[in-house]
Each structure stands twice: as structure tokens, then as C-alpha cells.
């Protein structure tokens, strides 16, 4: 995974993963593999019945937490099966609190059946959230994540009935004036709309719903990415009413003899039918089925927390930055530079396998001005990419070698071309302009300060000859441009070829050093560059 992608970072998730029962063993291999290790999402139950298990969180950098209550009070929680008792709870955020998190996150379920009681419930429990975190002298980030219950398959929960968005806004309203009371924050993680959709697809029962939804998107036009838009889910609602179908009807229970005609019966999950219909039965009256702590064991780690932070400290004095002359292929224009950064991290990673281990991230380019926008910049630059110190060797045989080098142009593909190790304090670059628009950039050197004297050096060619101040800047040191010729005679198109500073912003000299019909046709522009 980490060569193929490039890796620097690994997400371990699952509903629970706190409870896997070789964790300590699983983060410890992966410690110096790699850069970063996220861990979603957690139970509270687990905190308290392993309180190391924060400080060991705690040694690998860990200071947000995510943790599941769903239920805002007991009685809802048992509802849910969710198997957490009030005591390991309020024993849990007291052990996140003395870790000093940043940040907790709890996420909640709607259900639709809250009631008045359940928020007095709700409210008392922020009350003794707020008295641990004082008592801690904590300052944790508390966030409240809302998403309204979506009931599936092969679940307990799929015999009952689901409730209409309009509920579910109802409790999302009174969670939200809860939470800002006790100055907490609280989010809705899912749209009631976009939940009403969902819920109707996974318990899709009928062909008629088929054919709504076909509708709907050729109506529409709609890819989902994000969130449900209005014209598909007005058009979804009333195509279900156009074939016969009301939402309270598609929202309704059913029976365990009902529930084997369904469709997605047929499955083989090695789960009886009857063991989920037993069990609704006993949510349904708030009895909990399940889950005791008592019988999760969880393999102890061999190391303590302090050994963690000693290997972590070692793994970070042991990393060195590395810098590499690549030339950048069109396929990279328009894209963040961090992306060939990793596509040549991937490439090293296959060309030579042991360096897997080594490659910890990409650092930075020439010509990223903020890694988080993409370059316009094809060809010359360096790339920097941090490893751990054992790569030294290997990378220093393979750059000399000519197979690893060609093996590692070969994984770049269209992405570009490694040439060389590079010590990217000493490389200078010029750059081509070509742009199909017309040049005129006094307003751009005059707001930037760079006084020049436009020189002629030939028909059609001129060249700036800045002053000692425009220099100090650190712009740009030499600029010059060749008007082209159209048919009609010269135009102001130009060539354009430069040296640029440390301090040029190349985005911001085509944006404004051009003049340009369209808003975005600077994009058209062709800047290539060279190393010198």
C-alpha cells in the first residue's frame, strides 16, 4: 500500500478499533513505517477498562479523540444496543480529560424517539462532561456530531420503522440548543434529506423505487458528491408519488415473516434471522443484548508508553531531507506539486523495495508558493521528500546506477522524468512564457516595485535592465521578450524568458501581466522552466 500509493500517512478505522486485540502490536510495527498514524473511531468503554491505552495514544501524537456515544441518554443507548454503561463512560472522559486532549469528538444518532426525559438526560450528562474537564483542568474541544439513524439490512434495527426528516430536524434543533448552552459546539454530520434517500434505497423493496430514482437522475442530471441538491431530491420525491409510493409508507416497519420476502434475504451473512428479530424485540423495549468488557482482552504491549515516545523522538532525529533534479511532465500542469512528489516517492519506492520503510513524506518544490495550490510550471524543478536515514545508502547506489534510474522513469510514466540527486540551495532556474494572449505588464511591475529600462536587442526583442533597488527584491534578476509576429504584422503576443527570485509568485505574473478577454484564460499560458 505505501509504495503503490506513495504513503506517508495511514488511517487505521473501524466502528471500534480500540478493541482489536492486538492494537499495541499493530501501531508499534507500523511506528516506523510510517509518517503518521490516524486512529478512528473509538468506544469510551474501552478507555476505562485499559487506561494506559490514552497514554500510549498520547506517545504516537495522538490528542483528538472520536468516540461513539450514539444515544443521548441510557435509555436510548440501550435502544440501540450500544452496550456502554454510565459508569465507564463518566470513568473514560475523565482519563481523556488528565491526557490533556485537544479535542474529543462524540458522535450521536438521531432516532427519532427522543423524548423530553432523554434531553433532561442529555443535558445532565454535559453538565458532568463540563465538571470532569474542570476538575482536570482540561480545555478540550468538545464537538457533538449529529447524524440522524439510518436503519439497514441485516441489522436489528431493519424491522423498525424509520422516521420522516422532519423528526430528526426536530432533534437535531433541541441536541444543537443543548450543546451551545454548555459552550460546546455540535455539528449535523448528514442532511436530513440526504439521510430520508438513503433510508429509502438500503430498505429498497419495490422496482417502482427503481424506476423514480432512473427518472430522477435523467431529470436532473445528478452525480452525487458531497450532498443530496435539491432539484434531484424534489425530483426523487415526487417521481415515488408519480408511481404510487408515499414517503410514510416506504418509512415502515415489518415483520420477521415480512422481512424474508425482501431481497436482500437471499444473502447468506451466517446471521439468523431470527437471532436479529430477537434481538429488535428486546431494543425495542430497551434491553440491551451483548457486549461485556469483562470478555474483551486486548494483548498487553510489551513495551511501556515511554518507550513508545523514546522510539518516536529516535525515528524523527533519524530523519534527513533529500532533494532530487526532476523534469515535470504536462501531465502535472495545473495539479499541486506535492502529487509528482509522491508519484516520484511511489516510483523510488517500486524501483527498489527495500526503501519502503524509509520514505516518510513529501517536502516541498521550487515552485510550490503554498503546497496546497497547484503549479502552472512544467519542467525543471527539485523536489525535496523526507526519509529516514537508512535510504541514504541505497538512494545513493541507485541514483548512480543507471538500471535504478530507468526503473524509476518507468513507474513516473507520464508524470515526468528523475534526472539526479540535487542540492536544492544551489539550483537556479530560467523560465519560457508562451501565452496566446497580449502582454502588457507595467501595471504589474510598477505595483511590485521594479523600476527597469525597457532596452531593445534586436527586431522585435527587448529586455529589462532593472534598477539596484528592483534587484534587492528578489523578483526576478533578468527579463527579457520577443513580440511575435502575427499575420496582420507585430502584435503585442510575446515570448517571454526570465530568470525569477525566490520571491516571484509565477500565478500572480500571469494573472496580471496580461491582458485577457475570459477571467480564467490566463490558465492558457505555457510556462516552462529550466534548470541553468
Known amino acids: 500500500m505505501k509504495a503503490e500509493m506513495g504513503l506517508e500517512k495511514i488511517n487505521l478505522f473501524s466502528f471500534n478499533f480500540n478493541m482489536y486485540s492486538e492494537f499495541y502490536k499493530l501501531v508499534w510495527g507500523l511506528l516506523p513505517v510510517f509518517k503518521e498514524i490516524g486512529l478512528k473511531s473509538q468506544r469510551f468503554d474501552m478507555f476505562a477498562s485499559d487506561e494506559d ?79 470532569r474537564m474542570q476538575e482536570s483542568d482540561a480545555s478540550s474541544r468538545i464537538i457533538f456530531s449529529v447524524t440522524p439513524l439510518v436503519k439497514f439490512p441485516w441489522t436489528p434495527l431493519e424491522f423498525d420503522r424509520a422516521y420522516p426528516p422532519e423528526d430528526h430536524d426536530r432533534v437535531a434543533l433541541k441536541i444543537k440548543r443543548i450543546v451551545d448552552s454548555h459552550k460546546f459546539q455540535a455539528r449535523e454530520a448528514m442532511d436530513t434529506k440526504e439521510y430520508l434517500i438513503s433510508q429509502i434505497l438500503v430498505r429498497a423493496s419495490d422496482n417502482r423505487i427503481t424506476k423514480a430514482l432512473l427518472r430522477s437522475l435523467d431529470n436532473t442530471d445528478f452525480v452525487y458528491y458531497r450532498k443530496i441538491n435539491a432539484d434531484f431530491y424534489n425530483s426523487f420525491i415526487d417521481n415515488l408519488k408519480n408511481e404510487g409510493l408515499t414517503v410514510d409508507a416506504l418509512l415502515s416497519g415489518f415483520t420477521l415473516e415480512e422481512s424474508l420476502k425482501k431481497p436482500w434475504a437471499v444473502f447468506e451473512t451466517g446471521i439468523d434471522r431470527k437471532f436479529l428479530w430477537d434481538v429488535y424485540q428486546k431494543n425495542i423495549n430497551f434491553t440491551e443484548v451483548g457486549l461485556s468488557m469483562d470478555n474483551v482482552k486486548i494483548e498487553r504491549p510489551k513495551v511501556s508508553s515511554e518507550k513508545y515516545k523514546d522510539l518516536i523522538i529516535d525515528i524523527k532525529k533519524s530523519e534527513v531531507d533529500i532533494s532530487f533534479y526532476a523534469r515535470i511532465g504536462d501531465s502535472c500542469r495545473g495539479l499541486t506539486r506535492k502529487y509528482f512528489g509522491i508519484a516520484l516517492a511511489r516510483a523510488l519506492m517500486k524501483a527498489d523495495e527495500s526503501l519502503i520503510p524509509y520514505f516518510k513524506r513529501y517536502v516541498s518544490s521550487r515552485w510550490a508558493i503554498d503546497e496546497s495550490a497547484p503549479v502552472w510550471i512544467i519542467g525543471d524543478d527539485v523536489i525535496t521528500l523526507s526519509w529516514d536515514k537508512g535510504a541514504l545508502p541505497i538512494l545513493s547506489a541507485g541514483l548512480n546506477n543507471e538500471n535504478f534510474v530507468d526503473a524509476v522513469n518507468i513507474h513516473l510514466a507520464r508524470w515526468g522524468e528523475l534526472k539526479s540527486a540535487e542540492d536544492k540551495n544551489r539550483a537556479s532556474f530560467k523560465l519560457k512564457i508562451e501565452s496566446p494572449c497580449e502582454f502588457d505588464g507595467s501595471d504589474y511591475f510598477k505595483k511590485k516595485g521594479l523600476k527597469y529600462t525597457l532596452r531593445r536587442s534586436g527586431e522585435s526583442s527587448y529586455y529589462f535592465e532593472f534598477t539596484k533597488d528592483a534587484l534587492k527584491k528578489n523578483a526576478m534578476s533578468q527579463f527579457s521578450y520577443v513580440l511575435i509576429k502575427s499575420g496582420s504584422g507585430i502584435s503585442n503576443r510575446a515570448s517571454i524568458d526570465m530568470i525569477p527570485g525566490s520571491k516571484f509568485d509565477p500565478e500572480e505574473f500571469l494573472k496580471e501581466a496580461f491582458i485577457y478577454r475570459r477571467k480564467n484564460d490566463w490558465v492558457k499560458a505555457v510556462v516552462n522552466s529550466a534548470r541553468i
Open 53 to 131: 491505552m490514552v497514554l500510549y495514544q498520547n506517545a504516537i501524537g495522538k490528542t483528538t479523540f472520536s468516540c461513539a456515544l450514539e444515544g443521548i441518554s441510557p435509555r436510548l443507548r440501550r435502544y440501540l444496543n450500544k452496550n456502554l454503561d454510565d459508569n465507564a463512560l463518566y470513568k473514560s472522559l475523565e482519563i481523556i480529560f488528565r491526557a490533556r486532549a485537544r479535542e474529543l469528538k462524540i458522535f450521536l444518532l438521531s432516532t427519532g424517539i427522543e423524548t423530553d426525559d432523554d434531553f433532561q438526560k442529555f443535558d445532565r450528562l454535559l453538565d458532568g462532561i463540563k465538571k
